[in-house]
């Protein structure tokens, strides 16, 4: 969505409010409920920092404002009806005043978002190869070289493969744990992430599917 695009919004419904939920742009989790006018959606796509209305105080406030747990935007859309927003974002500390990740406590955890936590392995490993921390072993692996990094995820395959042999399913999610991590780590040396690996298999998985 674009600034172009908010009077294309059905407004009157809520007199001029429009609720705006906001999902993690990386795990998919529910993170909150806000209420946008014109004014305060402009300013969340124009700053790129979530913005709502205040009913209560009658005012814009950008989420974060006074603890700094801000959430940046990753994108905003409207739905069928164009009475109701979505916003992908990513925040910046506790979004609920409780201190609590999301405003929806005890939300059951989707498949998605336990495969999200992928993607922050991702984030972890690019800040120890950045900061080099001297107790890291990924930063340490980082820094002998691609072709010793290759060699773990060699060494780590087989393991994977003789556990399954073996019989021991506790083992085996142990080595596929190992062979996992030694990807990405494996990955991000060579500039390339988890996204690039799942496009492959998404594009394989069309071209399966596509009809001839």
Not at 63 to 78: D, F, R
Not at 92 to 117: D, N, R, Y
């Amino acid at each position: 969505m674009t600034i172009d695009d908010i009077e294309a919004l059905d407004w009157t419904k809520g007199d001029g409010l429009l609720p705006a939920i906001v999902q993690h742009a990386d795990s998919g989790t529910v993170l909150m409920l806000g209420y946008m006018n014109r004014e305060s959606l402009a300013a969340t796509l124009t700053t790129g920092q979530v913005t709502f209305y205040s009913r209560s105080r009658a005012r814009l406030w950008t989420k974060g404002e006074t603890s700094g747990n801000t959430i940046s935007v990753g994108a905003v859309t409207m739905d069928c009806d164009r009475d109701t927003l979505l916003v992908l974002g990513r925040p910046q500390g506790p979004v609920c005043h409780t201190g609590a990740a999301t405003c929806f406590h005890g939300q059951p955890a989707s498949a998605a978002t336990e495969l999200a936590f992928l993607l922050q392995l991702e984030k972890i490993i690019a800040a120890r190869i950045a900061d080099q921390p001297d107790s890291s072993y990924t930063a340490k692996l980082h820094a002998r070289g691609l072709t010793r990094m290759a060699q773990k995820v060699g060494e780590e395959g087989l393991e994977v493969a003789l556990a399954a042999v073996t019989d021991n399913d506790a083992q085996l999610v142990g080595e596929g744990a190992d062979l996992i991590y030694h990807l990405l780590l494996l990955l991000r040396a060579r500039g390339l992430g988890l996204e690039d690996v799942v496009t492959e298999l998404s594009c394989r998985h069309a071209a399966r599917l596509a009809p001839g």
